[in-house]
């Protein structure tokens, strides 16, 4: 379990792709932000578990830009116009690996993931068309080890 956290909406859902505004985004219902930190009736912190907490996960792995690991999206490469999109690919493949081997190294050492928390493959890794040369659109599904898919949508600006 983990404390549900905020992200900016990007309007855009699906397979393929689509986009809608904020009046009409289905994702956030308008509000601009999904996964709001909320709290219940009892004031206690709403947590995520299971499959969104996989999503959460690998969008803040994707997201952080670099860590002293070297693991986690380097927004540097989206300079490299030529080869933008292998090169995307390819550190998205990287950085969700990294997490798989992270999540093992942790079961060794006694923690326990939810079949639904621990990723089984990456299915996958689609680098979509923007109109706006300054930001990528990525699709990611992932399977957990329960069957369940994970489908994460990334907006990334350069």
Do not use: W
């Amino acid at each position: 379990m983990d404390l549900l956290g905020i992200t900016i909406c990007d309007h855009i859902v699906g397979d393929p792709i689509e986009k809608f505004t904020l009046e009409n985004c289905p994702k956030c219902n308008g509000k601009g932000v999904v996964g709001d930190i909320s709290f219940d009736s009892n004031g206690k912190v709403n947590t995520v578990g299971g499959i969104e907490l996989l999503k959460q996960k690998i969008k803040k792995i994707l997201t952080e830009s670099t860590r002293d690991t070297g693991y986690g999206f380097n927004y540097n490469m989206l300079s490299y116009n030529d080869k933008l999109k292998s090169g995307v690919k390819s550190e998205i493949y990287r950085c969700i690996n990294y997490l798989i081997n992270l999540q093992k190294e942790k079961e060794k050492e006694g923690f326990y993931y939810l079949p639904t928390e621990k990723i089984d493959s990456i299915d996958k890794v689609d680098i979509l068309e923007n109109p706006d040369p300054r930001k990528v659109e990525i699709l990611i599904v992932c399977k957990s080890t329960s069957g369940k898919q994970a489908e994460i949508n990334l907006s990334l600006e350069v």
